[in-house]
């Protein structure tokens, strides 16, 4: 794989574990008494003010600027929620070493402020991986030009950018496909096992624009969706040449909440600004107007937004579109929102 090829697949790995270590907004406690964390709260749970209140803006497929209603929504009162916080989470030096092992990674783990890291090599190539506690245990591994750009840095602040060296951008003339989905089960099979994850047969393997074999598992917590969230494996002749994920993480409720119906929460949606996306048109003719996208489902879920230092699960809906369920916004009634 070269370097440009391997530096977007870094780019994709960090875009969404970014959206859990801190680049997406923060969640505070305002109005009303003083929690145990020196917070603010109303009734019994603190009153959440999110900067972060979908995930529309991360979405790059389609050029819709609205949405619209093309099917049922889900009737009813969805009841109460929960928001949770996993970044009391923490793992021992033998969990990480079984990790370690089941990426290929023979290197001794060291122990730093907020997580653990590990270096060495693999088929002759630089090899890193970290694990951040605080953020439940959000972990990542990268071997060859990929080991100096871990988007996972224990300790770091929540607003600290990716650190890579690699200066080498030129490009294979040559592409390869990947192994394949066979290769990558076998290859990973014991990853999947020390994660605890069963990727189905239904899920589909993707090329990662060169030689490897890449699987995005969706990850669940008590049973709901984590939006834009999964256990990514990117595997090539050699084995696992990239990979992230969760490794079990700790969570802790930090306040119940009533939620909004999906319908309102599609009102919420149809309210937030959307990416209008270039298109590529042809000289002296006009682009096509965007046209809105038809919501056809929704189903409860989970974002990922931030509490000062910690990252924090929140209720949201999640709507399908285009076939495939992308736009989220958060569930939890206004009245609890500042």
Not at 156 to 170: F, V
Request: proline share 7%; net charge negative; aromatic share 4%.
């Amino acid at each position: 794989m070269s370097s440009r090829d391997r530096r977007t697949r870094m780019i994709a790995i960090g875009t969404v574990l970014l959206l859990v270590v801190g680049l997406v907004g923060a969640l505070a406690a305002v109005v009303g008494g003083t929690d145990g964390d020196g917070g603010t709260t109303t009734g019994d749970s603190p009153v959440l003010s999110l900067s972060r209140t979908s995930n529309v803006g991360t979405l790059t497929a389609g050029s819709s600027t609205s949405w619209t209603l093309g099917a049922a929504l889900p009737a009813g009162d969805p009841g109460d929620g929960v928001v949770v916080d996993p970044s009391a989470s923490t793992v021992t030096e033998a969990q990480v070493r079984t990790l370690l092992d089941a990426l290929g990674l023979d290197a001794e783990p060291r122990q730093v402020d907020g997580g653990w890291t590990a270096r060495g090599r693999v088929h002759g190539e630089r090899a890193a991986f970290a694990l951040d506690e605080t953020a439940g245990n959000v972990w990542q591994y990268a071997r060859g030009d990929l080991a100096d750009c871990l988007a996972v840095q224990p300790g770091a602040s929540p607003d600290a950018s990716t650190s890579c060296t690699t200066t080498n951008d030129a490009t294979s003339t040559t592409k390869q496909a990947g192994p394949g989905r066979a290769a990558l089960d076998h290859a990973a099979k014991n990853l999947f096992e020390t994660i605890g994850v069963t990727p189905g047969k239904g899920l589909r393997a993707h090329e990662d624009g060169a030689d490897s074999t890449v699987l995005d598992v969706p990850l669940t917590v008590e049973g709901l969706p984590v939006v834009d969230v999964a256990l990514s494996v990117a595997v090539d002749e050699h084995g696992i040449s990239s990979a992230s994920g969760w490794y079990e993480p700790s969570f802790a409720p930090l306040g119940e909440y009533p939620l909004v119906t999906a319908a309102e929460g599609l009102t919420r949606l149809q309210a937030e600004p959307v990416p209008e996306i270039a298109t590529a048109c042809a000289t002296g003719t006009s682009c096509p107007s965007p046209t809105p996208a038809p919501v056809t489902g929704a189903r409860l879920a989970w974002l990922t937004s931030r509490d000062g230092d910690r990252t924090v699960l929140v209720p949201a809906w999640q709507f399908e579109a285009d076939g495939y369920y992308g736009p989220a916004v958060v569930a939890v009634d206004a009245a609890h929102l500042g």
